[in-house]
């Protein structure tokens, strides 16, 4: 258990990378929820800046990388899309493990789509690590007309959840940069808030002799 | 903070051994950044391109295999006992796992250190494996003898216990581009490797891989236990050489286990190879003799040795020190697999410990058996220097009387002499000491039953190891070859091997408490849920899915109950608090030591009275015992005190070991089992 225990907790805190590596930092993130609720059009979205009206359900999973600069860091971030469909489902959740943030998807204009975040819900508290952060998205809110999810509901539920909670829209390019840039932040957020506890340890202690010595640990560079 | 790769990384940078080749690590970092870079491009062929241009720099130097760096296994370096609790008996005996550290379920970390002894390797095998894959990805899918194989133990991996059945039905198409993706991820830290990244390794290797694969999942296992055949091997005969690595991970019941990391395995030999020196984890004494300043309670927070050992130590000479050290990890190594729920084998213990004598081992193991509280019938007559202990062949009533009669020292003829017993209870003894795998060697044996030739005990013997593989249904397994092992190193039954025990008792071997209780399993999988409700505050839905047995009537009784008490941590400290104030009064026993033994008892499925509390008490251990407990939660769920908020809690413990566990814990180490 403390084998497992080690590795989860590395990985929580973001690949810090040594100083040759193309970045800082490293999260995975992960994009769930019912099939066609607009995963897949919202990662073109953020990581090509494309869409595509017709429908092409994703088979499987994949990923795509984008590299942002958050306070002068360079954070990679690796972008799980999964497939929504029911058959799949165990299938993506093998991936969820390593996972440091959700992007949990339902379509408001389509119900069943919202019913069922509590079951994704659970589906990330049963397979993720803990600690895993989670935001809550109910995309195409350029449908109005087609709406049958009030913003109040989702934004009810999400707090229900204790995740936070946006309006999106992958067509007309809404939210979505703020979306993945929130995820980024709360993931900091946490992560900083161990680095706080963690800071002065690592730097100022050099008695444990049993131990090899460590490269200078990284500052608070997500205060962001 | 730090992360392992980080550590990783440095580490290897400094190690004597990659020194040497500063410019590969380099470079293989290099091509790593290419690589990663290519996947952020939406067309596939620009990775194809990249991948094909860094395989081909790769190819124009080879792996480094062990024949051209000695390899021993670097210092520090750890037996797995969680992975070796788990390790098949159709794997090789003389190896052993290894613990090792790395991002997601590091295979690469595994398999450079089963390679070389460290993990300075592992980048580089990292990387090329992906090289592996996406150049030849149609080999893998399509072209190998073994490729049906592959893909089936990838959709098993793909799936979760209850959707096994359905998983087979997987089509062809979402299997490749899961590959794809986990091909993409490769270069990547912290990726999750599967079967189809072990078979690209071989070939990576140019040698076979043993994938050894706990005996669980039986249904599954022999797609994933197999040897894994390179795509086309080297000339050489040290790279056709055999590398093996273990799906380790937790054990969920007796059947089902839940892969989660892949550990090194080694020969034992390895682990012992005198130029290494410091191969064996002899952590105290290295402590010792780094910082002959360390005091003894640094050194007992550590390892919980006794102040009269740790004294003793100090005024010793090296080698005495080193003897008694040895001596000292020989028997905690010994006690750990036994609490692990098996025995080490004579052989293996002899290999890894050779200057502890056989005797040693008998005295140990029959200390620990009776430790734990089986009663042994018999057992006490064929083992030299056993002692202390009553005669177990004469029975219940008559236990008193032998032992007067044979008060100590030596061990106690299990008869008097003026009885000279039937020579059928003689052979039910023997049989019992078989049945136990505790079986004295002809030697001993002849000390005791002097008028038993030496055929009647060969044959006897011969004929209670045939009942024992017969024995038992379950316990058959692995034991009808054992026959020809020597003497003593028959595995034990399986009451010993699995924690589940409880169900497959050898008819020879009453268990202390057995019957009406709830069976071993049950309790420690009860205690362990109740621990992770209370105090970890696990979600009622994890709960739901790790433990099916138990109702979530329970769940909800257990997280009010823990709710009255107040939040797991603060609980804690009250229990604390409350034990130093009982400490005081000199009533309490040292709580650790009590928690220790209690676990060591359910582990083993054993039940058995505490060993006698301490009467004198040390507050200050207490106190210790608890900060680190607190500090190891604290850590374990993110929320780490700063030193400040800690020595609000704990004023008595000074900056340094705060900062000393600190280290500990953010290396991976644990400071105590709860
Ligand atoms: N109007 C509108 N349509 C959208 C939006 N996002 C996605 N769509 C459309 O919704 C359909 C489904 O989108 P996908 O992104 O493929 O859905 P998905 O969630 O990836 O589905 P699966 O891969 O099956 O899990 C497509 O026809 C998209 O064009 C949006 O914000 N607004
Ligand atoms: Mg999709």
Known sequence: AAHSMASATDARFGQKESSDQNFDYMFKILIIGNSSVGKTSFLFRYADDSFTPAFVSTVGIDFKVKTIYRNEKRIKLQIWDTAGQERYRTITTAYYRGAMGFILMYDITNEESFNAVQDWSTQIKTYSWDNAQVLLVGNKCDMEDERVVLGERGRQLAEHLGFEYFEASAKDNINVKQTFERLVDIICEKMSESLDAADPAVTGAKQGTQLNDQPAPPHQDCAC | ?674
């Open chain 2, 1 to 674: 903070m730090m992360n392992r790769w980080d550590k990783e990384q440095s580490k290897s940078k400094r190690s004597p051994q990659t020194t040497r080749m500063p410019e590969r690590a380099e470079l293989v970092d290099a091509l790593r950044c290419k690589l990663q870079e290519a996947t952020e491009w939406p067309d596939p062929d620009y990775l194809r391109a990249v991948t094909s241009d860094v395989g081909k720099l790769l190819s124009s130097f080879s792996v480094p295999s062990a024949c051209e760096r000695n390899r021993n296994v670097s210092m520090g370096t750890e037996v797995d006992l969680e992975a070796k609790a788990l390790y098949p008996e159709d794997a090789p005996m003389d190896m052993v796992p290894l613990s090792c550290q790395g991002q997601g379920n590091h295979l690469f970390e595994a398999a450079s250190v089963s390679l070389l002894g460290d993990s300075s390797l592992s980048a580089e095998l990292q990387v090329r494996t992906m090289v592996e894959m996406l150049l030849h990805k149609q080999y893998y899918l399509k072209g190998m003898i073994d490729s049906k194989i592959m893909l089936q133990a990838a959709r098993f991996s793909l799936c979760t216990e209850e959707s096994a059945a359905r998983m087979d039905q997987l089509p062809m198409a979402i299997l490749e581009a899961i590959f794809d993706a986990d091909v993409k991820a490769t270069c990547f830290p912290g990726t999750f490797s599967n079967m189809w990244h072990i078979y690209a390794l071989a070939s990576v290797l140019q040698r076979d891989v043993y994938s050894i694969y706990p005996m669980s999942n039986m249904k599954i296992r022999p797609y994933f236990n197999r040897i894994i055949r390179p795509r086309a091997r080297a000339g050489s005969a040290c790279q056709s050489q055999t590398l093996h690595v273990m799906w380790a991970g937790e054990s969920l019941s007796r059947s089902v286990f839940r892969p989660q990391y892949f550990a090194p395995v080694v020969p034992v030999s390895t682990l012992h190879c005198p130029s290494s020196g410091e191969a064996l984890p002899r952590n105290t004494l290295e402590l010792l003799n780094m910082d002959p300043d360390i005091s003894y309670s640094m050194l007992r927070e550590k390892y919980s040795i006794t102040k009269s050992t740790f004294y003793r130590w100090k005024r010793q000479s090296w080698e005495h020190r080193q003897k008694a050290a040895t001596r000292y990890e020989a028997k905690q190594y010994l006690q750990q697999c036994f609490s692990a729920g098996s025995f080490l084998p004579l052989q293996q213990f002899r290999t890894r410990f050779p200057e502890v004598s056989r005797s040693t081992y008998y005295t140990w193991k029959h200390e620990m058996l009776l430790g734990a509280g089986v009663r042994v019938p018999g057992l006490d007559a064929g083992i030299p220097g056993a002692n202390e202990n009553q005669s177990p062949l004469s029975g219940g009533s008559e236990n008193t009387e032998s032992s007067k009669l044979h008060p100590r020292p030596g061990f106690p003829r299990p008869f008097n002499s003026q009885r000279s017993p039937s020579m059928q209870l003689v052979k039910s003894f023997l049989r019992n000491c078989v049945s136990l795998n505790m079986c004295p060697p002809y030697k001993s044996f002849r000390k005791t039953y002097p008028w038993i030739s030496r055929s009647t005990y060969y044959n006897w013997r011969r004929e209670a190891m045939t009942r024992v593989a017969l024995g038992p249904k379950d316990s058959a397994t692995g034991q009808i070859g054992n026959t020809l092992v020597g003497l003593g190193d028959l595995q034990l039954p399986s009451l010993y091997k699995s924690r589940a025990g409880s169900d497959l008792r050898s008819p020879f071997l009453p268990l202390c408490g057995s019957k009406s209780n709830p069976s071993p399993l049950q309790r420690t999988e009860r205690e362990e849920a109740k621990r992770r409700v209370q105090k970890w505050r696990m979600p009622h839905s994890v709960f739901r899915v790790r433990y099916r047995t138990i109702s979530s009537s329970t769940y909800f009784l257990w997280r009010r109950a823990a709710g009255h008490q107040g939040a797991g941590l603060r609980q804690q400290r009250r229990e604390g608090a409350g034990l130093r104030a009982c400490g005081e009064t000199g009533v309490s026993l040292d709580r650790r030591q009590h928690l220790v033994a209690a676990s060591t008892c359910l582990r083993s499925g054993m039940f058995s009275l505490l060993p006698a509390p301490a009467k004198t008490f040390n507050v200050t251990s207490l106190s210790k015992a608890e900060a680190k407990l607190f500090l190891q939660q604290r850590f374990e769920s993110n929320t780490f005190p700063t030193f400040k908020e800690f020595s609000g809690f704990y004023p008595l413990t000074p900056r340094s070991t705060y900062y000393m566990w600190k280290r500990a814990l953010i290396n991976g180490m644990v400071l105590t089992d709860y």
